[in-house]
Each structure stands twice: as structure tokens, then as C-alpha cells.
């Protein structure tokens, strides 16, 4: 069974000309998963998941969320999901425990305040304002609010922006607790190891459109190459080389180059590292730094699209 799915979807936004944000857009979900949406800005990732969360209307396309369908269902629906938005604004003065009793008082059935209040560890702050909180507590919050009508969908649209390590290690926990009682997540996220410690599956979205799919391994996997070596050379060397010259090195996936530093995918480095130390001494190159690392989903999105993750792209 799917929690969400969604066939064909489209989104056009009017203008001279027109702006497709969604382009036949397919999308199947399971029930009990931790599901990762990955995108750059303008990717069309924010557009979908407001169209699956009832939020925007689909210019075309098919929606299904457990089963239901915004347009005939949309009480129905709203009972059973809970969503968290990449800015939640929350009244100031209100506490921490008003805000919960207000929230529950949208759903027919729900869990308590205090009981959503221990899932996001703000007990100690249940009389403090909004107004007081400090950034991850107000996050925190947000999730609660999404919690508190006891769903079994939760739609997280960047939880974790802008927050310090150890507030986004506890919504991690918060995430992987509600996973635990086989209820589902959708993620949206820029934050790559975000993805691969949460999500069970990931879609990669650029211009509207679905070019990846799978688990995180299988995602890195289709590289070709387990392991990254990445090095920088002498800025007046750099741009002598075109990244093909290491392209044909023994146990080399994939090379690419930006500016004066190159990265190239490999299935063994300690093959490709003498060869590629033996190279760079006949081309008589000067290396500027040199590291290896394991192979991660930025480095498939880089792959795919040519450019990183956190990099802006036009709306």
C-alpha cells in the first residue's frame, strides 16, 4: 500500500512565458518509510510536496494520499497528516503548551499536548512564550504541532535548516522514533548526510522532474565508484588540465573539474593514486592538496546534474 502517490503531476504558474515548476512529475511512497525529496532551490521539490499536502492545487496529474484525494476527501485527509513547513510562524504570546492545546483543537482525535511535548523534549519549556524560544526549540515546536493530531503521515519540509548540530540531532531522533511505529515521513532536505542517515528512499528532483530514485546505496552505487579522491592543483596549472586527463586512470568511474580542483570517482583509490601521482609528474603539475573520501548522495547529484546541492537555481 501507498501513502502517497502521485502520477503525471504537473504545476504551471502563469507569466510571459509560462513557468513549469512540475513536469509529469511520478511519485509512489510506501507506507512505514522515511522518504527523502532532494532537490536545489528551484528544483520544483517545495511545489510538489505543497501540491501533495493539499497546499497548492495541480494544474494536471493524479494525487493520492492514503488512499484519499484532495478535492473530495480534503477533512478526511487533514485527520490523518501532519505538516511541518520550512517556516512555521507561531503566535509569540503564546506558551509553549497553548500553542499544543490550540493545535489539537484542529483534529477529532490527536495525542495530548503533554505527550507531544515530551516527544520533542520541550516539557521545561511548556510555559515559556514563543516568543522566548531560541531557534531549535521553536523548530521542535513546529514538529509537535505537526505531531499532536497523532498522524500517520508527516510532511517535513526542511526541518533542519539553519539549526545548530546538536538541535538537528534531536529532530533526527524524533524522525527516526516516529518511523519506528511504522507510520510514514516525507522529507525534504539540502543537508546530504540528513538524507542518508533518515531516508529508506530518495528522489532526486531537478527541473520538475523525478532523475533519481532508490536507497541512498543504491543511489551511490550507480556512480561506479565507492570512493572519491579529490585534489587541487597549483592555480597556474589548473587550467592546463581538462578533467579527461584522468578519466582513463586505472579504477576511474568519473572525472570532474571546477575551476582548479578536480574529483574523480573510483571503484579502488589505492589503484588510481600512484597512477595518478605518476601522471601529474609527467605533466610536470604541482598538486595543491589531495583527499579521499567515501562516495555520498551529493556526489550523485553532482553526477546527475552538474552542480551541487546547496547551489542556487532560478525559480
Known amino acids: 500500500m501507498f501513502a502517497i502517490r502521485a502520477t503525471n503531476l504537473k504545476k504551471q504558474y502563469e507569466g510571459r512565458p509560462p513557468v513549469e515548476a512540475v513536469r509529469g512529475l511520478d511519485l509512489a511512497v510506501e507506507v512505514g518509510e522515511c522518504f527523502g525529496l532532494l532537490g536545489p532551490n528551484g528544483a ?26 484532495w478535492g473530495r ?6 485527520e490523518r497528516i501532519g505538516i511541518s513547513l520550512q517556516e512555521t510562524k507561531l503566535a509569540e504570546k503564546l506558551t509553549v503548551r497553548e500553542t499544543l492545546e490550540l493545535f489539537r483543537s484542529f483534529y477529532a482525535q490527536g495525542i495530548e499536548p503533554a505527550a507531544a511535548m515530551q516527544q520533542v523534549s520541550l516539557e521545561e519549556k511548556q510555559n515559556t512564550w514563543v516568543a522566548k524560544l531560541s531557534g531549535g526549540q ?27 548540530p546538536q538541535s538537528r540531532r534531536q529532530l533526527w531522533d524524533i524522525i527516526r522514533d516516529f518511523g519506528r511505529q511504522g507510520r510514514t515521513v516525507l522529507l525534504t532536505t539540502h543537508y546530504m548526510d540528513e538524507a542518508e542517515r533518515l531516508c529508506n528512499r530518495v528522489a ?6 523525478v532523475i533519481a530514485l532508490g536507497t541512498p546505496r543504491e543511489l551511490i552505487a550507480s556512480l561506479g565508484g565507492e570512493q572519491v579522491i579529490e585534489f587541487s592543483l597549483q592555480r597556474t596549472d589548473a587550467h592546463a588540465v581538462p578533467a579527461e586527463t584522468f578519466a582513463g586512470l586505472p579504477a576511474v568511474q568519473a572525472a570532474r573539474q571546477e575551476a582548479h580542483h578536480y574529483s574523480l570517482s573510483v571503484s579502488e583509490a589505492h589503484v588510481t593514486l600512484p597512477a595518478l601521482l605518476a601522471t601529474l609528474e609527467a605533466h ?8 579521499t573520501r567515501h562516495a555520498s548522495l551529493e556526489d550523485v547529484f553532482v553526477h546527475l546534474t552538474g552542480r551541487h546541492i546547496n547551489e542556487e537555481a532560478a525559480s
Not at 476527501?73 to 487533514?78: L, M
Open 204 to 209: 532526486i528532483v531537478n527541473a520538475g522532474q
Open 284 to 291: 610536470g603539475l604541482a598538486m595543491a592538496n589531495l583527499t
Open 73 to 78: 476527501d480534503d477533512q478526511a485527509i487533514r
Open 138 to 164: 521553536r523548530q521542535r515546536l513546529a514538529v509537535a504541532c505537526a505531531l499532536v493530531g497523532d498522524p500517520e503521515l508527516l510532511f517535513l519540509d526542511e526541518p533542519t535548516t539553519g539549526l545548530d
Open 44 to 69: 520544483g521539490k517545495t511545489t510538489t510536496i505543497e501540491i501533495l499536502e493539499g497546499l497548492l492545487t495541480a494544474t494536471s496529474g493524479d494525487v493520492e494520499i492514503l488512499g484519499l484525494r
